[in-house]
């Protein structure tokens, strides 16, 4: 079975990560899939970015006002 654990942290010094309180054992492989998070100020500029998008309907005409 799978297991995931997320955790959160601010990089100190360029290249290097430390993580402490794993909850995986001496000798266990995993895998690590490190993704950069957008800066805050990123965030507030463009609110809508990575955020889902639903078309409700997607092949009516752009100008098609009758429903």
């Known amino acids: 079975m799978q297991q995931a654990f997320r955790a959160e942290v601010v990089i100190a010094q360029n290249g290097k990560l430390l993580l402490n309180g794993l909850p995986f054992r001496k000798g266990e492989q995993v895998e690590i899939i490190i993704l950069s998070q957008p800066r805050k100020e990123m965030a507030e500029r463009y609110p809508l970015r990575q955020k889902p998008v ?14």
């Open 54 to 67: 639903r078309y409700d309907r997607p092949f009516d005409g752009v100008g098609d006002t009758s429903r």
